[in-house]
């Protein structure tokens, strides 16, 4: 059954997104994305917002479609590798706990940012680094494709039904999904479509996380679950 947890006795694994789980980037992300609009002289405020439902050249495509994307794509890259160098990063609570507590190569991490960054930031916010990190040089189709995390599972020696994916954006949750994991929604007020659970918080979600991976957790994923 899709997006089911595997029977008591199978190892377990879980998978993290990383921006907006497990990382507070937003205001790193926005504070890039001004830099970027200042430059070509466009509005931060309304550049932000599109970026905000598109991936980068989309967003270029949007905004200034006379330029080169490719060349819009590098002043990006350079900005956001400036920001992992000198802006300020903080990790969600519960982030530096739950890591700590998971067996190595029970976890990876699957992002669409580029995996220098992701070491980068938590080396800023003191997390420890899995064995696998699938980045968006890792893979030709990004979430909401089942593509990033099923290759995170093969990384690990992992069937799709043993793994639990913790996400926080629509894109992310669809693709834990259609690989067909387990799916639970953290930081947010309310719950993502699809998600079999949802936490308001990382920090909420720990015990139950750490539960999962150590193939105690009693909850199953039939039927809504509350708000947490």
Known sequence: MIGEPAQPGAKKYVLFDVDGTLIDAVDNQRRVWRVWAERYGLDPDEVYQVALRTRPMETFAQVVPDRDPRGCLAVLHQLEDEDVRSGVYAAFDG??????????????????????????????????????????????????????????????????????????????????????????????????????????????????????????????????????
């Open 95 to 228: 982030a530096s706990e739950l890591l700590g507590a998971l067996p190595s190569g029970a976890w990876a991490l699957v992002t669409s940012n580029y995996e220098h960054r992701v070491r980068g930031r938590f080396a800023r916010t003191s997390l420890p680094v899995p064995d696998i990190i699938v980045d968006a040089a890792c893979v030709e189709e990004g979430k909401p494709s089942p593509v990033p995390y099923l290759l995170a599972a093969k990384g690990l020696g992992a069937e799709p039904e043993d793994c639990l994916v913790i996400e926080d954006a629509p894109s992310g949750v669809q693709s834990g999904l259609r690989a067909g994991m387990t799916v639970w929604g953290v930081n947010s007020p309310v719950a993502v479509d699809g998600v079999h659970r949802h936490f308001k918080s990382l920090r909420a979600a720990v015990p139950d996380v750490l539960a999962f991976a150590s193939g105690t957790d009693p909850h199953r994923p039939e039927g809504s679950m509350p708000v947490e």
